[in-house]
């Protein structure tokens, strides 16, 4: 156990639905990171956050949302989802200005059908 | 924007043997950060070894050493004595120390290790 959860573990839905993915950081962490890495490809940044405010956006469709809650745990929204956007998606999460790279939660894989 | 590649899509080593994992940046910073991730089947990331830009000294973990060559802007990970666990997905990860902390991955390497 990483410390960084994520849910739920799984998720299966249909083209044009919504859906939300959770992330609860590791005790102590400020920094929530999210990213997408489709099959068997690298991780693509999304967005950061920090507590409780957006720190960085990287390649994030208009249809992805996210935030920070003050408990800061975070959401990532995922809408009018088309069969592309099936992959599995990491949260992440940081002490601030952490050196020491990420602790990665086990991963959310979304299956657009 | 920073870059990472990892020329190395798939390889494989016998058991026991030793295998590096190439891997090249591209930054105009100074000071930042390296890392190499391994993602198991599980698909869970795990932290392999980091190292400074600002340090010579390349780093070691227990059978995971790093040739870190700055002006070449390389970063290889050696792995001696592989072991069957080692087989997995390997990640090449920049990160440029700015207020996002963010970490910019290379495509991976897909390790086997045959006994």
């Known amino acids: 156990d990483s410390g960084v959860t994520q849910t739920p573990k799984h998720l299966i839905t249909a083209t044009g639905q919504r859906v939300t993915l959770r992330c609860s950081p590791r005790s102590g962490d400020l920094s929530v990171y999210w990213y997408q890495q489709s099959l068997d490809q690298g991780l693509q940044f999304l967005i950061q956050?920090?507590?409780?405010?957006?720190?960085a956006k990287g390649n994030i469709l208009e249809r992805f949302s996210a935030q920070q809650f003050p408990d800061l745990h975070s959401e990532l929204n995922l809408s009018s989802l088309e069969l592309g956007d099936s992959a599995l998606y990491f949260c992440?999460?940081?002490?601030?200005?952490?050196?020491?790279?990420?602790?990665f939660g086990s991963g959310t894989r979304l299956t657009v059908v | 924007a920073q870059t990472v590649t990892q020329s190395q899509p798939e390889m494989s080593v016998q058991e026991a043997e030793t295998v590096t994992l190439s891997c090249t940046y591209d930054t105009s910073e100074n000071n930042y950060y390296l890392f190499w991730y391994k993602q198991p089947p599980s698909r869970q990331m795990i932290l392999v070894i980091r190292?400074?830009?600002?340090?010579?000294q390349n780093a070691t973990e227990n059978r995971f050493s790093v040739n870190f060559q700055k002006a070449a802007k390389s970063f290889s990970l050696k792995i001696s004595d592989s072991q069957l666990g080692d087989t997995a997905m390997y990640f090449c990860?920049?990160?440029?120390?700015?207020?996002?902390?963010?970490?910019?991955f290379g495509g991976g390497t897909r390790l086997m290790v045959k006994p």
């Open positions: 990860a920049f990160m440029r120390l700015d207020a996002g902390n963010m970490l910019t």
């Open positions: 190292q400074e830009a600002y340090k010579q």
């Open positions: 956050y920090y507590n409780g405010e957006e720190r």
């Open positions: 992440a999460s940081s002490r601030d200005r952490s050196l020491y790279g990420y602790t």
